[in-house]
């Protein structure tokens, strides 16, 4: 395992996994982001791309990130924090919410994730021996959004994430799209995994000795952007 692992705080692990995951929108998509890290994406859309993000919540029209001081307290993400607004935001109740996840009206969604593996499944909820408040909306949303992106820290307290199987319950089965690390992009193709991206600090080495998933890697492998 690479020395250099050490060296990445948390904050340029989330720097790095949002950047990249912001890459990954077309002009005029409509995206909702989970709870955690996914938040941070929204801060790394360029302004003049225009791009609905939506927060399951109630709120069409999230802005950027912003601190308490800057903040209408009565204006959060789902999970909390306080965001600005864009221009032509909207508000609505769960029910609105659910129906726009639901009904395929979700180009994109930015998920975490404790465990993804192989063949697109992704576990997202529980963990065994701790409190569980239940999946949310994560099951509705993943499975009715046109793409599903897992973005996540690579690896957990020293626990691998990504699997050949899952081990926890699975919130969906099959349905990812793509899996952002700081470390890597791995695309879920028809056959498994195809490593398209990794970040010059590592090695193809280090991503074999940090995921049990089967992998190729593509002809057309790249560095990320960190």
């Known amino acids: 395992m690479s020395p250099v692992i050490e060296e990445l705080s948390k904050e340029k692990i989330r720097e790095i996994i949002a950047k990249r995951a912001a890459k990954e929108f077309k002009e005029g998509d409509v995206v909702t982001l989970g709870i955690g890290l996914p938040t941070a994406v929204a801060d790394y859309v360029p302004e003049s791309k225009h791009i609905l993000f939506q927060s399951e919540n109630g709120l069409l029209g999230v802005g950027k990130t912003l601190s308490p001081e800057e903040a209408d307290p009565r204006i959060i993400n789902a999970g909390g924090g306080y965001v600005d607004i864009k221009q032509g935001a909207c508000f609505y109740d769960a029910q609105m919410a659910f129906t726009l996840m639901r009904g395929g009206h979700i180009d994109a969604t930015v998920l975490g994730a404790l465990q993804v593996d192989q063949d697109g499944s992704l576990a997202s909820w529980m963990i065994p021996g701790k409190f569980v408040p239940g999946m949310g909306g994560s099951m509705d949303l993943i499975v009715g959004a046109k793409k599903v992106i897992v973005a996540m820290e690579h690896i957990s307290k020293g626990q691998i994430k990504i699997l050949d199987k899952c081990t926890l319950p699975l919130t969906a089965y099959k349905e990812v799209d793509l899996i ?19 970040n010059p600090m590592f090695s193809i080495s280090d991503i074999k000795a940090t995921v049990s998933a089967n992998f190729v890697v593509s002809h057309n492998l790249k560095y990320m952007e960190t």
Request: aromatic residues 6%; hydrophobic residues 40%.
């Open 180 to 198: 952002i690390t700081e470390r890597c992009v791995f695309e879920v193709g028809p056959s498994g995994l195809i490593l398209t991206e990794i």
